[in-house]
């Protein structure tokens, strides 16, 4: 790198504009006009989806469902999906964001103007990273507050703890575009984004062992999964989030969601939010540390 070493704020300064283009060309790419019409695709259909199963409801025998709440049932499956969903595009998006933006970017030369600046490349990574960061939550809380919204619209329903779902989807997905960063550093596009989604399918197949283990009383599954939790903590954020959906419901029909089919949902408490936040500090040290002695 050339050029004199700048001072904490300049940097702090550089971070900012930095983090600011990278928004701008994020928005000016071709591809986000197919998300936004992939989501909207699915909220459409979620909608039709929604407007369908409430309006069964008012066929189904009252006495066939003792002590279940059918209208509760319905909208907290419908939210489950969503979530699932959300959380899964939200993936694509930060994936896509963080496509190349070590390895790729400087394989195609388009990191070395940058570098040759008097900037750190710690500043750049970081700045990049946030920027990629932010499109994702905002992405994934208006998706999932739009799908909230089309929930209570068609079948009077609401989530029990609306915010803090969507405060574990947005942290969810800043651990999973953290992850795709560090991978950037080592690996190629095209390789960066077959093991992202290969790490985000471990993490959902790991929160699947644990409620099959929590169904037949398995300790190894139950230990396979929590471990998992933390190695990849999206996954327990994710459940984290299902919890919030239903917290305050009991008796049969809480009983009946904690089965699924989007089931999993665990109280995951305020310990794996710390954790997760050093998670992230931890691959971006870790990235920053390796995209300083590399040779770009």
Do not use: K, N
């Not at 504009?17 to 909220?43: D, G, M, Q, W």
């Not at 690996?187 to 992202?196: D, E, K, L, P, R």
């Amino acid at each position: 790198m050339s050029g004199t070493a700048l001072s904490g704020p300049s940097q702090a300064r550089l971070a900012r504009v930095i983090a600011a283009h990278a928004v701008r060309e994020s928005l000016r790419r071709r591809v986000l006009p197919i998300v936004l019409a992939l989501s909207t695709a699915f909220l459409v259909l979620y909608g039709l989806g929604a407007h369908f199963a409430f309006g069964e409801l008012d066929a189904i025998d009252p006495e066939a469902l003792v002590e279940i709440d059918s209208r509760e049932l319905a909208g907290a499956t419908l939210s489950g999906l969503a979530m699932f969903a959300t959380l899964f595009l939200g993936s694509v998006v930060a994936t896509f964001l963080t496509l190349g933006i070590v390895r790729g970017d400087a394989e195609s030369g388009l990191l070395q103007p940058l570098l040759a600046r008097p900037v750190a490349r710690g500043t750049v990574l970081i700045a990049r990273t946030a920027a990629a960061a932010a499109l994702s939550v905002a992405y994934v809380v208006a998706v999932f507050a739009l799908a909230a919204l089309i929930t209570w619209i068609a079948g009077d329903y609401l989530p029990d703890q609306l915010p803090v779902a969507l405060l574990q989807l947005a942290a969810a997905v800043v651990v999973i575009t953290c992850i795709s960063v560090l991978v950037s550093v080592y690996v190629t596009s095209t390789a960066q984004g077959i093991v992202v989604f290969m790490l985000f399918g471990a993490g959902l197949t790991a929160g699947l062992l644990g409620q099959i283990g929590e169904a037949l009383d398995s300790d190894s599954l139950i230990d396979i999964s929590r471990i998992a939790s933390y190695a990849l903590p999206f996954e327990g954020l994710y459940q984290d989030g299902l919890f919030a959906l239903t917290a305050e419901t009991s008796g049969a029909t809480g009983f009946l969601l904690s089965l699924g089919p989007f089931g999993g949902a665990q109280d995951a408490g305020l310990g794996l939010d710390l954790f997760a936040a050093l998670y992230c500090v931890a691959l971006l040290a870790a990235a920053t540390s390796s995209v300083r002695r590399r040779d770009l």
